[in-house]
Structure formats: C-alpha cells, structure tokens
C-alpha cells in the first residue's frame, strides 16, 4: 500500500469508501491512460485521466475527467462549460500550476486549488471508476456519486 495522500484523505473527510490500486511507472516510457487501465486489470472505460484545460473567459484553469479510452472534444465542452472555447494546457504551464507531475494529475489531489472540476458523462454507466490519486503510479477507486460530491463536479458531454 502507498502511503497515505491528500486524495485519499479528502475521500476519508468526506466519508467517501475508496480503494487503492497501484502500477509501476517508468519514466523512461510513461504510459498513458489505456496502459494502466491494462496494468491495474481494468477496462479504459472505467479508468479516468484528469485533462486540465483554460478558457479565454476563465481565471482559472478546469479539471476535465473522462475515460482512458475517449478522446476530448474541446468544442463540446466549451459549450458544457459556458465558454467560447478551451484549450488543453501545455505539459510544463500544467505541471508548474498543479505542482503535480503529468501521468500524476489527479483532481482530487487538486481540490484544494478549487478549480472548477467536470466529469464526462460515460462515468455514469459505472458503479466505480478510477481517477489518478495524485502521484505517479497509483489510482483510487470511487464511487461516481462521491466523487462528485466531493469535488463539486459537474457532469457533462465532453467527448
């Protein structure tokens, strides 16, 4: 078991049942979202990358979450969002925001920043999806309910 993180603290304040499932990661060949989901024995569907995009409008970025095996349609969901238009932020304006490593970029582990934080609404056809803890190499598993309420998430169409 890794130790305790701020994720998985925030999930226990909230009386939110999680649990932990862990992959190695390599530097060397990071990998993306659809190979951890085959690492930890998931299907990408229910494994969950946090994208982390700007609006022109917004002063702070947006925490977008969906499944490892979809793509962000960014003009979808700007309109989900009420802005003209999104951007992903590039790799190093991300890492220097968040404070967190790409590959590790979880927005539970970003809630205290209080970004505004969406959900793709494929989440809804699981019980239990999988986001990234906050670290490199470890995810938890919550139940969609709590993890929106605990985040504050709104759901949306974004792919």
Do not use: C
Not at 48 to 54: A, D, I, P, R, S
Not at 63 to 88: F, H, N, S, T, Y
Not at 121 to 126: K, V
Request: aromatic share 6%.
């Amino acid at each position: 078991m890794p130790p305790k993180l701020n994720s998985m603290r925030l999930l226990e304040s909230h009386r939110a049942p999680y649990d932990v499932l862990t992959y190695e990661y390599d530097p060397e060949r990071p990998p993306d979202a659809s190979d951890v989901a085959r690492q930890i024995g998931l299907e990408p569907a229910q494994v969950f990358k946090t994208l982390v995009v700007f609006g022109a409008s917004q002063s702070r970025p947006l925490l977008i979450m969906l499944a490892a095996d979809r793509q962000l349609d960014l003009k979808r969901a700007a309109a989900a969002v009420g802005q003209k238009r999104l951007e992903l932020m590039p790799r190093a304006e991300t890492e220097r925001l968040s404070g967190l490593k790409v590959g590790g970029i979880g927005a539970l582990a970003l809630a205290a920043r209080r970004w505004p934080s969406y959900l793709d609404r494929s989440a809804e056809a699981f019980g239990r999806i999988y986001v990234n803890a906050g670290q490199r190499g470890v995810m938890v598993g919550v139940a969609v309910p709590d993890l929106v309420r605990v985040l504050g998430a709104t759901v949306i169409d974004a792919t």
